[in-house]
């Protein structure tokens, strides 16, 4: 079992940054390949980023390459995502995921854990 929270979620203007971060509860933390998702209202949830492991290979949507880095500390249990230049079109709810499947990595019906999601509002 894992238990996933999320937080640094908040309201930030068009071009700032924002860093959230994913605390992960059980001891194969490190083992599991961490995600990001995000669901505004009325749209589908969608993946954003997501990292293996070993923190060697990573996967970003289109949307968001060049702007956001997702990175993991196994050693604390937690995965982040740094949010550069943020637009109106990320805002959103961002949840963090947790999966120890094969599968895509960029399928939400590959991760078996879900966090609460922390809400990211960017205004214009």
């Known amino acids: 079992q894992v238990q996933l929270v999320e937080s640094g979620g908040g309201l930030v203007q068009a071009g700032g940054s924002l860093r959230l971060s994913c605390a992960a509860s059980?001891?194969?933390?490190?083992?599991?390949?961490m995600g990001w998702f995000r669901q505004a209202p009325g749209k589908e949830r969608e993946f954003t980023a997501a990292?293996?492991?070993?923190?060697?290979?990573?996967y970003y949507a289109e949307s968001v390459k060049g702007r956001f880095t997702i990175s993991r500390d196994n050693a604390k249990n937690t995965v982040y995502l740094q949010m550069n230049s943020l637009k109106p079109e990320d805002t959103a709810l961002y949840y963090c995921?947790?999966?120890?499947?094969?599968?895509?990595?960029?399928?939400?019906?590959?991760?078996?854990?879900w966090g609460q999601g922390t809400q990211v509002t960017v205004s214009s």
């Open positions: 059980g001891r194969t933390f490190s083992s599991y390949t």
């Open positions: 990292i293996r492991w070993s923190g060697g290979i990573t």
């Open positions: 995921a947790a999966s120890n499947s094969y599968g895509d990595d960029t399928q939400p019906r590959t991760y078996r854990y």
